[in-house]
């Protein structure tokens, strides 16, 4: 039987560190953001920390050639910082506002006045249907927070990127040996539903200042992974040629 082709799907995550008027050299590295993300041609970029419309429309502008389609998440007082650029139409989009939302006194976190949230955009890739989330969760309330995204990919097949701030508090310590210069707070979770197959190809980061530069893209770095989705056959059941006799005769009774 020959196989169903596989998708390669190239994504791409960022916190981009982005804050009017506080983040250092903001404008420089939005724009070398969106330069690099031009030239490398993903399938989908998904951006925390975008803090100002602004700067996502400069993003819009720089990448409208190659990612013709887009969404930015708008929340709380100043924006939940979210957006998506993709390659594919976006067939839908949807944001959910954590309850666990931090305190208006606490302004050194923001998370009160930007509306902590999870971004949803739906697309559709040669027939197949993916939810897309990204997110930049609280410090506090992260485990409430993680706990809110649960249950909603609907069959479709969920992918998850964002700024995850976990303590690795059910990490084997010796996993951490790859990244002795770094603790992992961005991420890309992704699940395979009934019928498909799903896995990671290669996953890489960017490392420090940017190609040629002397300023790095964030103080976050990049995540990028292939993911190769196929579409599995089903087996088929047992027949009643094929069952067991007692069963057989249960059947016909």
């Not at 989330?133 to 409430?144: A, E, I, K, L, Q």
Request: glycine letters at 10%; one cysteine or more.
């Amino acid at each position: 039987m020959e196989e169903d082709p596989m998708l390669q799907l190239r994504v791409f995550d960022l916190n981009c560190w982005a804050i009017r008027y506080l983040s250092k050299r903001r404008q420089e590295r939005v724009q070398l953001i969106g330069d690099t993300l031009r030239r490398e041609g993903f399938d989908l970029v998904l951006l925390q920390e975008v803090w100002s419309e602004g700067d996502y429309s400069v993003l819009k502008e720089t990448l409208g050639s190659c990612y013709p389609f887009s969404h930015y998440f708008r929340s709380g007082v100043i924006g939940s910082g979210l957006c998506v650029f993709s390659r594919f139409p976006i067939l839908d989009t949807f944001l959910y506002q954590y309850s666990l939302n931090g305190y208006p006194y606490m302004l050194q976190h923001g998370d009160w006045f930007c509306g902590k949230s999870v971004g949803l955009v739906v697309i559709k890739i040669s027939g197949i249907v993916f939810n897309i989330y990204v997110t930049h969760v609280s410090v506090p309330g992260r485990t409430r927070q993680g706990g809110g995204m649960g249950g909603r990919d609907g069959g479709a097949l969920p992918l998850l990127e964002g700024t995850l701030v976990p303590d690795n508090c059910f990490t084997v310590k010796t996993e951490l040996q790859p990244f002795p210069l770094g603790i992992r707070i961005d991420y890309i979770l992704y699940k395979a539903v009934s019928d498909f197959a799903v896995k990671c190809e290669e996953l890489r980061t960017t490392t420090g200042t940017a190609p040629g530069k002397d300023i790095p893209y964030s103080d976050h770095e990049a995540v990028m992974a292939t993911l190769h989705v196929r579409r599995q056959s089903r087996t088929p059941g047992p027949t009643l040629g094929t069952a067991e006799p007692a069963l057989a005769d249960a059947v016909n009774e």
